[in-house]
């Protein structure tokens, strides 16, 4: 699975480097008409996460940050735009002895990499939109945390960077 996700967030990485670079080269930009459809690269922040109910722990709000790359498909409108993509990136989550089921006695932030698909609306440079992921946590109570590989739905934000 880590190389997997790994390799998943290698390949994200360099499209998104090549679209740049090649778009950097050429030096000129094409002038863009309403309803053109492109290719959107974003960096994007989930503020938070609304986690289902799970082994009769009830539904949480989780307002620990997420940041994540994103790439996708974006409808051109005349001042805006709207887009769907996947994203893949980094946050952290509360551990404790409820989200463990009694594994642990303590509590710590642990370290997540976060994989889901998204819905935007692009206003220029700034975004909004809705997601939909998974979180893996990537140290050792992994197997103990009731969220591990569990959907979350969040609010997203992001920057335009192309």
């Avoid at 996700?5 to 008409?33: E, H, M, R, W």
């Avoid at 960096?43 to 790439?71: D, M």
């Avoid at 001042?79 to 642990?104: E, H, K, P």
Wanted: hydrophobic residues 40%.
């Amino acid at each position: 699975m880590k190389k997997r996700l790994n390799y998943t967030l290698g390949c994200i990485l360099s499209v998104g480097f090549c679209i740049c670079k090649s778009l950097d080269a050429t030096g000129q930009t094409l002038p863009v008409q309403a309803g053109d459809t492109k290719i959107d690269i974003d960096i994007i922040t989930i503020p938070f996460k609304i986690r289902p109910g799970v082994r009769g722990f009830p539904s949480q709000l989780n307002a620990n940050l997420s940041t994540a790359l994103y790439l996708g498909k974006r409808k051109e409108m005349l001042d805006s735009g709207y887009g769907y993509g996947v994203f893949a990136g980094l946050g952290s989550v509360t551990m404790n002895t409820y989200v463990t089921r009694q594994a642990i006695d303590y509590e710590y932030d642990g370290f997540v990499s976060s994989v889901g698909i998204a819905g935007i609306y692009d206003a220029k440079r700034f975004n909004v939109g809705l997601a939909l992921g998974v979180d893996h946590l990537m140290d050792k109570n992994k197997t103990k945390w009731i969220y591990q590989h569990q959907p979350w739905v969040g609010i997203l934000l992001g920057i335009n960077l192309n």
